[in-house]
Every structure is written in C-alpha cells, then in structure tokens.
C-alpha cells in the first residue's frame, strides 16, 4: 500500500518487499468483441510479470539517489512506485514529504491549456493558492526560457519546451522530494546544467533526489549512491561511482558475448 505523509524521520523514502505485478495478454484478438468475449468467458491466455521484485530500499534526506540498468529492467517501474503512480502489488511504500514527479514528459499538463495556466494548474494540485503561484510565475517562466510561447497551448510545444517548463514548476514548488526519469536528456547540454545547478541546491537544502538515467556521467557527478536494477531486482547498492562502474562492465560484458 501507498502511504505518503509527512514527518522529521531521518527517511525520506522507504520501500519494504516491495513487488509490482502486471498481467500480460499472451494473444492478441481480432476484434474488441472478440477481447471482451475471451475476458468474459476466462479464455484469454495470459501470465504474471513482476516488473520489481521483493524490493527494499532507504533513500535519506539529501541524498542524490540514481537508478540504473537496462531497458525493461524495471527503473521506471520503482520510480513509479515511489511517486505513487502505481501502488504496489506486494509490500509497502512510505514517503515522507511533498513529492514532484517528472517522469514523463507532458504528464500533468493539460494540452489544451496554455503554459501559463498549466503552471497555475499544476500549482493547485499541488496545494498552492491562486496567490502562491501568481508570485512564483515569473521565475517559473523565467527559467523555462520558452519565450512567447509560454501563453500558446502546450499541445503546440517540443519535448524541450515541456521539459523546461516542467521542470521549472516542479522546482519552483518546493519539493521535498524530486523524482526525475531520463526527461532532461531531451534539453540541451546549456539548460542541463542549469537544472543540474538547481538541483545541487536542492541537495544542499537537504531535499531528496531521485535519478533515473542511462548516462553513466551523470550518476557519477551529481549522484551520491545508485541501484542497479536487473529484472525487477536491486543487484547492487552503493557509492554512485561504483554502481556506474559495474553497470558498464555488465554491459560490455553482454556486447563481448554476443560477438
């Protein structure tokens, strides 16, 4: 079960066995009717898949998690998770804090809407008055840097533009928690740093970070422990640097083996 809440524990994010369970279809039917049929009557041939398996995990104030491995290995999968996208088949997840998710870009905008109405939007889910935001919106708008395109739908916007600007309220928000997957590899090396800049004062602030990434680099200069994570299953844990060594070796152990 999902139990986000807030408290001065020395833990921000605590994860216990946890397992996260999908079922897959293994035939694909012709028709809608034919799937509704096959459901219906218990026909469809199908099998379990634990996208994370038996989990356990402890990330503190102010630390800089990364979480590496391959594809389909289940990152995204646990960064989901901790952020309460999925609430876990198995186990429990505590979260302690205010958490912003930036896990996929374009998630939690409203297409339709302008940048500058999503940003008041995204402000009052996150439980801010009309006021709050008013006085945040020009740094938010400020640090995006897309121009006149802050007042055209967000539909219209590049995956760059949605990057900025997320990441831009997810910051000027005031998080205690940061959960971030692959979304600022779309920004340029200019605006990377910026975020990485905000995010090194985030860490200085005490907050939690939480990474996931395929760039080894960036585990290794912002990260101050990582995962690696193989099937659904935490292999290693420990200094950033370390963890990125091993997830190098893994893979160039599985290029020499293919050849």
Partial sequence: MFEPEMSSTAVTIRL??????????????????????????HQSSYHDFDAVKNVS???P??????????????????LKVIAGVYRPTAGTVEVHGTL?????LGAGFHHELTGRENILLNGLLMGYSKREMLEREQRIIDFAE????????????SSGMYMRLAFSVATEVDPQILVIDEILAVGDAGFQQKCFERIRNFKSAGKTIVLVTHD?????????????????????????????????SSIA???VGAH
């Fill in 61 to 78: 104030p102010g630390q800089m998690l990364g979480i590496v491995g391959r594809n389909g290995s289940g990152k995204s999968t646990l």
């Fill in 57 to 59: 995990l402890e990330v």
């Fill in 253 to 255: 152990l599985e290029v």
């Fill in 146 to 157: 897309i121009g006149d395109f802050i007042d055209s739908p967000v539909k219209q916007y």
């Fill in 16 to 41: 216990e066995n946890v397992t996260q369970r999908f079922r897959v279809i293994q035939e694909r039917p012709d028709t809608l009717r034919e799937l509704f049929s096959k459901f219906f009557r």
């Fill in 216 to 248: 080894m680099s960036q585990i290794e200069e912002h990260c101050d422990r990582a995962i690696l994570i193989e099937k659904g299953s935490i292999m290693a844990d420990g200094p950033a640097a370390e963890v990125a060594e091993l997830y190098r």
């Fill in 100 to 104: 912003a998710p930036l896990i996929e």
